[in-house]
């Protein structure tokens, strides 16, 4: 069965910090993966999305990911954290029926706290 | 342009009354999904429609739940003989159609509190 892994529930990092987040997926089939950011009272935005070519994609607000086939993994990076990036931020494998991307498979979510 | 709404914003109801959560997707959307996102947990998908049926409703954890796009636009989630366990915010995601991968655009969610 599909299914994504976040292992760290909570992470804090000074502004201006890298970041990394951690994403784990297990699918069958060649994955679409899409990393969203979800702020307090905000419905889910996509920040990137993988679904075939170039391993390494870019996204919003300067947030980039890279897919790694041989690790499963899809983690989400960004060079220098701002304030502003402090929100949960969910990992998820798109699982198809019939050929066509539909239902997404969300993985528990990382909170990122930034301190100044 | 306008993005996915919810209504109500907030639901709040007593164990075993019926509730009804609507969705107005992305004008021209032909898919429509619901998801259901507990307190600290990712969306767990509910039912996905394309058009006016539904084409998967694998995630529907029971026959109280039940879900219509009479039109193919707007959806209502119907929950019947709610139970606490029901309380949890539930989003709706729209997305363009099913020709290739389609980004879903996600609604700011019900929450609903079951007493």
């Known amino acids: 069965a599909q299914s994504v892994t976040q292992p760290d529930i909570h992470i804090t990092v000074s502004e201006g910090a890298s970041l990394e987040l951690r994403c784990n997926y297990s699918?069958?089939?060649?994955?679409?993966l899409f990393w969203y950011v979800q702020s307090p009272g905000q419905g889910l935005q996509l920040l990137l999305k993988?679904?075939?070519?170039?391993?390494l994609v870019q996204g919003i607000k300067g947030f980039e990911a890279e897919f790694k086939r041989s690790q499963s993994s899809f983690n989400l990076r960004k060079p220098s954290v701002h304030w502003s990036d402090a929100a949960e931020y969910f990992c998820a494998v798109g699982a198809g029926y019939g050929g066509a991307t539909n239902k997404l498979i969300f993985g528990t979510g990382t909170l990122l706290a930034v301190q100044p | 342009g306008a993005g996915v709404s919810q209504t109500p914003s907030n639901k709040v109801t007593e164990k075993g009354k019926y509730v009804e959560l609507r969705c107005d997707p992305i004008?021209?959307?032909?898919?429509l999904y619901w998801y259901r996102q507990s307190l600290g947990q990712g969306p767990e998908f509910l039912i996905y429609f394309q058009g006016t049926g539904a084409a998967d409703d694998s995630g529907l954890p029971n026959d109280r739940f039940f879900a219509v796009r009479p039109e193919g636009s707007v959806s209502t989630l119907k929950i019947q003989r709610t139970e606490r366990g029901d309380s949890a915010v539930y989003l709706c995601a729209s997305s363009p159609g099913t020709s290739g991968i389609n980004e879903q655009f996600f609604g700011p969610g019900t929450r609903l509190t079951v007493l």
């Open positions: 699918y069958g089939a060649t994955p679409y």
């Open positions: 004008s021209g959307h032909t898919a």
């Open positions: 993988y679904f075939s070519g170039d391993t």
